[in-house]
């Protein structure tokens, strides 16, 4: 997983291909590690990532609302329409800040 700056306190974060038991605590550590430095904004950019499992949602879950708690916020973009669906299934679409693109989560 790569990150970038969009801006003092946003960062983005590119995600892998599949995001499950076995790949959810090195996504729980990138996020993690973008909240202790500070960023205010994560997006999490999709457009790489295929399949996400529920313990994938729920990190997503946990991290949303610490950020929030915490003043921030956490975005999601580039979905592709399998994991937009899953989004949509467990409701998540309607939780969480979810963009088609990555300008828009940026924009937001």
Known sequence: MN?????????ILYLIERIDAGTTGAVDQALRDLCSSGAKVVVCNMEGTEYVSSAGLRTFLVHAKNMKKAGGELRFCGLKPYVHE????????????????????IGS
């Not at 990150?3 to 960062?11: I, L, P, Q, V």
């Not at 989004?87 to 300008?103: K, M, N, P, R």
């Open 86 to 105: 899953i989004f949509e299934i467990a409701g998540l679409t309607s939780i969480l800040s979810v963009f088609e693109t990555e300008q828009a989560a």
């Open 3 to 11: 990150t970038k700056d969009f801006s003092d306190n946003g960062k």
